[in-house]
């Protein structure tokens, strides 16, 4: 076995935590999150603490850092005053965008103008969603946590979905290949997802199977 570095996590400080964290849980899928504010004004923010936890309900997370005076982000400030948002996934086509609409701008300028981003109007909700985005999820609030001074957990319930007609099929198969997601690594990495692999996991009798032969090859050599 190879040696491990272990580390006490009650002695490290914020920025050691996070560094070790966001350079070993990779890839993690970015949100390009949408918002509006209580004049309608649309806000757009990537945000790679975000997954999916739940199918039913259906329940998207998000991990919202707070800005350094421990006040909301546009985005929290947005999802608390108006209980709704969008994830809008983010493809390699649309990287360069997303990293534009990373820029701190200041809350009246609309990053999605500024990276040639379309928004187009939710179906059930007032956030729009990006039109160059593969796949986009309104969701509205479902439960909100805050995570000592520095972060917010938003959990949203998935009321409508958005998919490319080309990528998904009948069975509602999404094609992986054509979503061509992106990744977040640590520091500023990122990922692709156009090489994947399927790996069905095994049944009891698979495994019974598939370890007797290990035992005959072994009695073999």
Not at 73 to 81: Q, S, V, Y
Not at 213 to 218: K, N, P, S, Y
């Amino acid at each position: 076995m190879t040696d491990k570095t272990s580390f006490d996590f009650m002695r490290l400080s914020e920025r050691e935590k996070y560094k070790l964290l966001i350079g070993t849980v990779v890839p993690r899928p970015i949100a390009l999150v949408t918002t509006v504010d209580q004049e309608g004004r649309a806000n757009a923010a990537p945000i790679s603490f975000f997954n999916c936890l739940s199918a039913e309900p259906a329940v998207l997370a998000l991990g919202v850092e707070n800005h350094d005076d421990l006040s909301f982000k546009d985005t929290a400030r947005n999802i608390r005053a108006t209980g709704v948002f969008t994830i809008n996934i983010v493809s390699r086509a649309i990287l360069e965008a997303m990293n534009v609409c990373a820029v701190p701008f200041a809350s009246d300028i609309d990053e999605l103008a500024e990276a040639g981003l379309t928004a187009l109007p939710g179906s059930m909700i007032k956030a729009p969603y990006i039109a160059q985005s593969p796949a986009a999820f309104e969701c509205r609030s479902y439960l909100n946590l805050g995570i000592g001074n520095s972060r917010e957990i938003i959990l949203g319930e998935v009321l409508a979905a958005h998919i490319r007609s080309d990528i998904v099929n009948p069975r509602l198969h999404v094609d992986p290949i054509g979503l061509d997601a992106v990744g977040r690594m640590g520091g500023h990495g990122y990922s692709l997802t156009s090489e994947t692999f399927d790996l069905p996991t095994m049944s009891i009798e698979q495994w019974e199977e598939r370890k007797r032969a290990m035992e005959l090859r072994r009695e073999d050599a």
